[in-house]
């Protein structure tokens, strides 16, 4: 989307027209010449909007829209033209494609650019301004390598694909059709591995590739480390938000979702249709399964083999507050052993009464209490 | 500061002089000519430095400063040439931009950097080797774009500001006056922002804006997202450290400060004048009051409608001990039902040993505790 | 190792001649020539492979690989060919540097690199594409500028030492010999430091450079701050993974390794022969002892004076047990009031249950617990 020129707003598009594309009834007489969109609130005349949850319904009322989207529980919610989907989101999602559509690729290589002998650059696809493409390294069709981007010996990049302005691709990394890879993203630098040796460190060799699926979007500064021996493997429909790092071999699975500043350490398994939150971390070689939703600042530390929530986050308070409590917390072990010897000498009273003094008796402190 | 030149020496300042611009007065009969800074410790002769704290008091006899700046409290605590000032800290940072002015913004337009037509350059602006300005941009006057710096179209940088090495300004965002912005730095990336729909993400389109007032600071490879629909605000005065992540539709503002690595979800507010410390993470939609500060490695997870400082991180110990205290983190509302159940127990036992024995005897055992 | 090209595929190199260059133990009549390295379970007839683990002799017996590299205890563990060394996973790496060596430096200086008169470039360094090398700038002999890199008035480059890509290096920062930075690197940029001023901020002016030793690695992405007023500075052998936040004056001694995503803030000193897991943290001005290690996701507020291992993060849990647990964690100093209380009380009872019954009587009570 964010590429060299800003979306263009477009000259209009009828409700009618984006319902033929997209599906879902119209509902309403008018047929409203749409020319962009806005959420509830702020939406100017000739935006589209939507309601994706009855929480703001309150807003529908006094909403400047000129369509909105609904879901079929709230075909009723309002007098205006309006849409009846069952994913009322997804279906703002689609129309907003279409009423800012991305800016076309422009064919061709900028005069500054430096594109090597062997390099192949489908003649669809555009190489910006002081880009780099070295010999063996392919662009395909329609894929655009922005302003000072560069692609090693032998990297690929699929068509459709969009390398936005500075993204390195190492040798022999692969990236397929229709992805976005933010500015500054780094694909394929060597894992974080040494073998220690009296004292110092000695350097594994990196030999595996990052090889990446279609539809994936990757951000800003983002870094995926190539594998060792193995490949690091980043399926279809994956998306990664700004600064995340992705260690060595690691693998993510088809269309899991990964907020920023996450870590992800080397030869990890990260199951399909995952959804990670923001600066979560996951140790080396374990194995995600499918589903799994990992809490924002969560250190994961074991396999999970079920699909599941996991969370593990220290609550904030103020600071005077958790200055209190967090003591305790290097004495939990300690504090647990109190309670297991009060209990066991509270059962021991408890006999000794019960022995002597057996039933205990409904005495007066019974109605105090 | 640190651009493309080193900060150069003055060819040296008095210390009347010093104090003639930023005020302050000068005790000691004596006006050394002052060529550099330095600590206290570290100081050399020709240098001035700075007494913050009643803490380092100890240093001043052995200082091998020339000058010194105190505070009104220590007027007398060295005979050293001295500005006796309010804020002595502040008054050494102004002294040092003097002592150590920034190089001098070089005019003209590399030969190797790339500006489409349509671009406005200000002719007292600089834009060094392989730099990209689009059509539609416009840099101001005294701005500095460096090398391999890339401003997309409608991008626009504001008088005497400064983009280090390899900035990233997406298409319509705005950054204001006397901006300095580290390396690698991306602003105006889209926001991460997919709705799913049967087990996929479709992109909402960004077309909000990142907008950034006067005076900023921005570090080394940090990443500020373009918002969607709302534009993303940098309030003036705001300083962001290195690899700090601003989600979509983000607003900061005026002189709040953010330390490395924190990570700022989406929509969330953050007031004016707060400090956020490393490593911390603001959750999305948040609302967070003026003068607000938040600890480092804290994650915020509910609007803070107050000033005061909030704190949430897991103390460290020694991993033996951790071990066995991190165990009943995960026991903790089992431990606190054991301590509720021992309460109610032993107010029964209490009864009844006050039904049967009240009041509770002055015994032998009173003694031996 | 991962820079431009691929690393080669030699044409073979015999066992015999490994052990040659490398010492160990050959054993087995055979001298397999190897082409490649690879793991127990995936190499391919040709390759070297290793047991580094007790746990891993299971997948000897299947191995494909031509020769495999053990340590003592393991010297009969196969028959296949084997090289007997005290460090089989250290012996592995340096075979595979040798079966797949880094391509050499191509001397020159590219057509599109901006090198500005008094720059000094040794004629047997390499500067890439659209690389920038300022006035006074260094690289030395057989060092690699890779492409869009920028080395800024006075910055150092020593001999045989790789920045891959979009690497900048600040003016006067300086880095030693055999070092390898990847791409997006940021060597220099200022310290986050500014004096509070009447609710806003003023700069301090960074003086101090980075000076990096030898034999250091630097992932993509990660950033090492310039000091004020000392330098910044990095020991021999240190290995920075990606995404690292170093501070301004921080010291990081020899041969310490610090894992993806960790913020270090400013004049912290790190000792030697440190390990730092994956996005932990180290506040300012402490002092870590040389051998410290410190687990991942750990805040380490307060200086380390022993080599150990510091662990501090909150164990992840299926969120709704988590909720359930993490409730308590802010009420842990009334929990341990409580227990205080609890124990108080009982031992009142105690006493007086002593005073009235003394000894506790053997009642039936006993048998049962």
Redesign the interface.
């Known amino acids: 989307?964010?590429?060299?020129?800003?979306?263009r707003q477009s000259a209009g598009i009828r409700l009618s027209e984006l319902v033929g594309r997209l599906g879902g009834e119209r509902v309403g007489a008018d047929d409203p010449l749409l020319s962009?969109?806005?959420?509830l609130e702020?939406a100017q005349p000739g935006a589209l909007t939507f309601l994706a949850h009855a929480r703001y319904r309150t807003h529908l009322a006094a909403t400047r829209a000129s369509a909105v989207i609904v879901g079929g529980g709230d075909r009723d919610a309002t007098a205006l033209p309006r849409v009846v989907v069952a994913?009322p989101?997804?279906w703002?999602?689609?129309a907003?494609?279409l009423l800012?559509p991305a800016p076309p690729v422009e064919p061709g290589v900028?005069a500054?650019a430096?594109v090597e002998p062997g390099a192949q650059i489908d003649p669809s696809a555009h190489v910006?301004?002081?880009a780099?493409v070295?010999a063996g390294a392919r662009v395909a069709a329609r894929a655009s390598v922005?302003?000072?981007c560069?692609l090693?010996?032998?990297a690929q990049l699929g068509e459709d694909s969009v390398l936005?302005?500075?993204v390195?691709v190492?040798?022999?990394c692969c990236i397929g059709a229709r992805a976005?890879v933010?500015?500054?993203a780094?694909i394929?630098?060597?894992g974080?591995g040494?073998?220690?040796?009296r004292?110092?460190?000695?350097?594994?060799?990196?030999?595996g590739r990052v090889l990446i699926g279609d539809?994936v979007?990757i951000?800003?500064?983002t870094?995926i480390?190539?594998g060792t021996?193995?490949d690091t493997v980043i399926g279809d429909?994956v998306?990664l938000?700004?600064?995340i790092?992705v260690?060595h071999s690691v693998q993510i699975g088809a269309?899991t979702?990964i907020?920023?500043?996450v870590?992800i350490?080397g030869s990890a398994r990260i199951g399909a249709?995952c959804r990670i939150g923001?600066?979560a971390?996951i140790?080396g070689h374990l194995q995600i399964a499918d589903g799994v939703?990992?809490?924002?600042?969560?250190?994961?530390?074991r396999s999970i083999a079920e699909p599941?929530?996991?969370?593990?986050?220290?609550?904030?308070?103020?600071?005077e507050?958790?200055?209190?409590?967090?003591?305790?917390?290097?004495?939990?072990?300690r504090?647990?052993d109190?309670?297991n010897e009060?209990?066991a000498?509270?059962?021991?009273?408890?006999?000794?009464?019960?022995?002597?003094?057996e039933p205990?008796?409904p005495?007066?402190?019974?109605g105090t209490?």
Chains 1, 2, 3 share one sequence.
């Open positions: 989307m964010a590429v060299s020129q800003p979306p962009g969109i806005g959420s702020r994913n989101y997804a703002y999602a689609r907003a494609q800012h900028a500054s430096c910006g301004p002081g780099f070295a922005g302003p000072h560069r090693f010996a032998g936005v302005a500075g390195t190492y040798a022999g976005l933010h500015a500054g780094v394929g630098a060597d974080f040494f073998a220690p040796d004292g110092a460190w000695v350097k594994i060799p990196h030999l539809d979007e951000g800003a500064n870094t480390d190539r021996p193995d429909g998306k938000d700004n600064l790092q260690g269309h979702v907020a920023g500043c870590g350490a249709g923001g600066a971390g140790l939703e990992v809490s924002p600042f969560t250190l994961v530390t599941g929530k996991l969370t593990g986050y220290m609550p904030a308070q103020p600071h507050r958790w200055l209190h409590n967090a003591a305790h917390v290097r004495h939990l072990a504090m647990a109190r309670i009060l209990e000498r509270l059962a021991a009273v408890e006999r000794a009464a019960g022995a002597g003094d205990l008796p005495g007066p402190a019974k209490n």
